[in-house]
């Protein structure tokens, strides 16, 4: 667990054999784009949230793990607003229909 790396992650869509949908399971966050059998997720662990908000209600935590704890909690607002970007995005290319969304050359 840290706060570092990549912005963005891209997380193969498994499809469910009993239906038509898609399943998604992006290990950092719920908002992503899919596109075709690929989402676009914000790469964001929600248990360091977690952790941040609860070392505050802790006693005697390790020096490191509090460091990490502040580190989220400065990242946590841009996170959760790139979050919100992308899902909104997501939303976006659903109502337009694709025909629309090609940029002609």
Do not use: W
């Not at 992650?9 to 469910?16: F, Q, S």
């Not at 399943?23 to 790469?43: D, H, R, W």
């Not at 607002?77 to 090609?102: F, I």
């Amino acid at each position: 667990m840290g706060v570092d790396g990549r912005l963005f992650e891209i997380v193969k869509v498994r499809v469910a054999t009993t239906g038509a949908s898609a399943i998604a399971a992006p290990a950092s966050s719920g908002c992503t784009i899919t596109s075709g059998q690929f989402q676009l997720a914000v790469n964001f662990d929600p248990q360091i949230i977690t952790l941040f908000k609860e070392v505050s209600n802790l006693f005697q935590v390790p020096h490191a793990v509090t460091n990490m704890a502040k580190d989220a909690k400065k990242v946590y607002p841009h996170a959760v607003s790139l979050m919100e970007t992308v899902g909104t995005y997501g939303q976006m290319l659903d109502l337009v229909p694709e025909k629309n969304r090609a940029v002609e050359g």
